[in-house]
């Protein structure tokens, strides 16, 4: 059982028997992220001081402006992980490709593979807005000594074997799942070391809030606009109060600790959506499901969604257990009803 202010080294260590004759390969790699935070942590606080905000003149595999804090986050996690040779290969959204990871000798002694959003909620490190940091690890499915192939980043969530987030925000915190529950811990600035502040978070099972970009209301399928009606009628416990900072990790945070739902509908301008499955919704839909919460592209679990792209993107609703299954059965009755006029459109 966590003991409240253990420290994260302390926890790891401790929670090492959840995985009885384990090489302690997994706790080293979570150590490693650790340390990689605080250096991220480090010069995230120092944007605006120095000369690390605005664009860093690229765009990424997603077309995306990279932002010089993406750049640096990126490079620093890679850094961190290739120097403890902890991994055999790391998937990055500011990465076209996968990275093979050697070892010294030029071996690929490793087992898991790490696929990361090393920066979350871009649009809001200029203006002082909390961002994150996202990460998904998995067993590799290819043989050990073998170089690492596409398919070990290809597996559906399911088959991960620990996620997190980092959130940079008022505190800086890590929370993440082996699953086997969902631990947060805030880094003391002044002593460099996480604190287990937040034992066995679990998503309030009800919420009142909910989290969705109504800039591209017009663009919605009907079952989200319905949902959106319906948060927003006056009855019962409704309405419900809307929340959007622009930062996927801070929204999803805010609604573990309250209760609420978070939504990145597919849209005319984005059909499959905005978020990348492999290193966005996997690793939230993990800690959220280990939370007690759902998560799903509206119709099926986000976990069991088998994966053919590194950047593929997906539909999100994710949250508490009852709001995510309302918005689901609005979106599941406006397909009834498309697919019944499209049925009594062509049999005419
Ligand atoms: O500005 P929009 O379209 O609402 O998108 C905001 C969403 O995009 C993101 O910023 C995408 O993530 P990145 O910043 O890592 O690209 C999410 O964090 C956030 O929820
Ligand atoms: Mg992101
Ligand atoms: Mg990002």
């Not at 559906?156 to 947060?184: C, D, E, F, R, W």
């Not at 945070?253 to 209760?259: D, L, S, V």
């Amino acid at each position: 059982m966590p003991k409240p202010n253990q420290t994260l080294g302390e926890f790891i260590i401790e929670n090492q028997a959840d995985f009885p004759g384990s090489s302690g390969e997994l706790s080293r790699l979570i150590n490693s992220i650790r340390l990689a935070a605080k250096v991220v942590n480090h010069e995230v606080n120092k944007a605006g001081l120095v000369d690390i905000i605005g664009a860093y003149g690229e765009r990424n595999v997603q077309g995306e402006e990279q932002q010089k804090l993406d750049v640096m986050a990126n490079k620093k996690f890679i850094q961190t992980l290739t120097n403890r040779e902890i991994v055999c290969g790391i998937a990055s959204e500011e990465e076209d490709d996968f990275i093979r990871i050697e070892g010294h000798n030029g071996d690929d002694k490793n087992k898991y593979v790490l696929l990361m959003d090393p920066l979350d909620g871009s649009s809001n490190i200029d203006v002082n807005v909390s961002v994150g940091t996202i990460f998904s690890i998995y067993q590799r499915v290819t043989p050990i000594g073998t170089p690492v192939q596409m398919e070990d980043f290809l597996q559906p969530g399911n088959k991960q074997v620990a996620a997190g987030y980092i959130i940079y925000g008022t505190s800086t915190m890590l929370v993440y799942t082996t699953g086997h529950g969902v631990n947060g811990f805030t880094l003391n600035p002044a002593l460099g070391s996480w604190y287990l502040s937040h034992p066995n978070m679990k998503y309030p099972e009800n919420g009142r809030i909910y989290s969705i970009n109504e800039g591209n209301y017009v663009h919605f399928p009907q079952g989200v606009k319905d949902y959106i009606k319906y948060c927003q009628e006056e009855k019962d416990d409704r309405p419900y109060t809307s929340r959007y900072i622009g930062s996927m990790v801070s929204d999803i945070h805010r609604n573990m600790i309250k209760g609420g739902i978070f939504m990145y509908p597919q849209f005319s301008k984005a059909p499959s959506g905005k978020l990348r499955l492999l290193y966005e919704c996997n690793p939230i839909a993990f800690i959220t499901e280990q939370a007690g919460g759902k998560a799903s592209d509206g119709f099926q679990r986000i976990l069991d969604i088998v994966p053919n792209e590194l950047h593929q993107r997906s539909p999100f609703f994710c949250g508490s257990k009852k709001m995510v299954e309302k918005a689901e059965n609005f979106m599941r009755k406006s397909a009834e009803r498309t697919d019944y006029q499209s049925f009594s459109f062509s049999s005419k």
